[in-house]
């Protein structure tokens, strides 16, 4: 069964501290997403990636940066992590054609800043 | 701006009754919109989709209606189940098979 996952279910952060979150798929797909979804605002997209060591930034990039040094992984990366950023943060992937039912989430990280 | 949004929050329907779950958007040049799931504690999941070459498409237990006209879309379940407690997103693919997702609909079945 193909599958995106995300290393952790569950992260607790202090404020201040850098957080790596990390998503690995096993699908060979070109493109990768990261998204953060809040109650009331759905998913907001923060980075995406079409290629490996390519990035582009989503609608709400601030704070955050990405890391494809791999094409199976995709990394968010918050540098200071700040209390407006607990959130759950889900990774997604998609062949670069094709239709988008190929669009595969990840379970999602919960991130708690402290 | 643009955008893809749903009408109502949350949704309680009885067990075994068909629910309808709507979404409004507001590009009329979209031409492509998807339905995804997502229950507790995991990621969004595929239902169905729809091109807007089409006004209707079935799935298994599942239909979506598209009303190009008024720019509207649903998403009705026939005799809902347990199972189907869940939130649910219409979304709109962009570039880079980029999605934007509306905020969802929680829908609650009533055993």
């Known amino acids: 069964d193909v599958k995106v996952t995300q290393s952790s279910r569950y992260l607790v952060k202090r404020t201040g501290e850098k957080v790596f979150l990390e998503c690995v798929q096993d699908?060979?797909?070109?493109?990768m997403f990261w998204y953060r979804q809040d109650p009331g605002l759905g998913l907001r997209l923060i980075y995406f990636?079409?290629?490996?060591?390519?990035?582009e930034k989503g609608d709400i990039p601030e704070g955050y940066s990405v890391s494809r040094e791999k094409k199976e992984r995709f990394s968010l990366i918050l540098e200071s992590a700040s209390t407006n950023q607990t959130s759950m943060y889900l990774c997604a992937s998609s062949p670069r054609r094709g239709p988008s039912y190929g669009y595969t989430f990840g379970s999602g990280t919960r991130l708690t800043v402290v | 701006g643009e955008s893809v949004g749903l009408h109502l929050p949350t949704l309680s329907v009885q067990e075994g009754d068909n629910s309808i779950i709507n979404c409004a958007y507001s590009?009329?040049?979209?031409?492509?919109f998807i339905w995804y799931k997502q229950e507790s504690g995991k990621g969004p999941q595929f239902i169905i989709d729809?091109?807007?070459?089409?006004d209707k498409r079935q799935g298994q237990r599942v239909t979506v209606l598209l009303n190009k006209t008024v720019k509207h879309l649903s998403l009705q379940i026939a005799a809902t189940q347990p199972g189907d407690s869940a939130v649910y997103f219409c979304?709109?693919?962009?570039?880079?098979?980029?999605?934007?997702f509306g905020t969802g609909t929680k829908l609650q079945v009533i055993p």
């Open positions: 590009n009329s040049a979209s031409d492509y």
């Open positions: 729809i091109r807007s070459n089409m």
């Open positions: 990636s079409y290629d490996v060591k390519m990035k």
């Open positions: 699908m060979d797909h070109e493109n």
């Open positions: 979304a709109e693919p962009g570039g880079y098979q980029k999605v934007t």
